[in-house]
């Protein structure tokens, strides 16, 4: 009986059955590459989504705070958020009319998880910013607002205007406007970067989302999202 030359087919008949080729290798670095490419973004968008959602409870924290304030000091806010010590250009009550003391338990919640300065902010584009220490927020019912006659007529102003929708405080680090701010300001509202989605404190201690607008933002800032 002669023997069949292939009697059995197997793993010997075929060189390259155990390793990959190089052709295959190639296309698996190229596909974990792609898939790598995909993810990375995907956790970054996380990771914002996270912070979003910390400043979103931080700002309404601060809203209940302001509101248990005002019941205990005759409906009137705090004229801070926090204390900001000997740096009040000049404005009253720095030293115990602020929010913090006794209303809000952790400093962490006036800290934007966004904001690259963890409240040391650079610049003052006339929004309450005070101390060393500040908030990542920009409080819009501060000294100027309640302690001035112009503050005061303003302050009437905005509220009669815009009711729950006046923004209490709002986070403009929220994003991207710190890289906007660096980028483009120079000279104030005008100068800066637009279409950018910040988050806010409502007078009706709502949170939601705005989109600054491209020149007057007493005009505009109201711009309701979703
Ligand atoms: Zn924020």
């Known amino acids: 009986m002669p023997r069949e030359r292939c009697s059995f087919r197997g793993a010997s008949d075929r060189p390259s059955a155990v390793g990959f080729t190089l052709i295959e290798l190639l296309v698996v670095i190229a596909i974990i590459a ?106 819009h019912m501060g000294p100027w607002q309640q302690t001035t006659q112009e503050g005061k007529t303003w302050l009437k102003t905005q509220i009669n205007r815009w009711n729950a929708r006046f923004i209490v405080a709002a986070c403009p680090w929220h994003r991207h406007l710190w890289q906007g701010w660096t980028k483009t300001n120079t000279s104030g509202w005008g100068s800066r970067q637009t279409k950018i989605k910040d988050l806010s404190l409502r007078y009706d201690g709502s949170v939601d989302s705005f989109i600054w607008p491209s020149q007057n933002w007493e005009e505009e800032p109201y711009t309701k999202l979703r």
């Open 34 to 139: 792609i898939l790598a490419g995909m993810l990375f973004p995907m956790l970054g968008r996380a990771k914002e989504g996270g912070r979003r959602t910390h400043c979103i409870n931080n700002l309404r924290q601060i809203g209940l705070g302001i509101q248990m304030y005002q019941e205990d000091f005759n409906d009137r806010p705090p004229l801070y958020l926090v204390n900001p010590g000997r740096k009040t250009f000049g404005y009253v009550g720095g030293t115990n009319e602020y929010l913090e003391k006794g209303y809000i338990s952790s400093t962490n919640s006036f800290i934007c998880l966004s904001d690259r300065t963890r409240g040391r902010i650079p610049i003052d584009l006339g929004w309450e910013y005070f101390g060393d220490f500040t908030t990542s927020y920009a409080y």
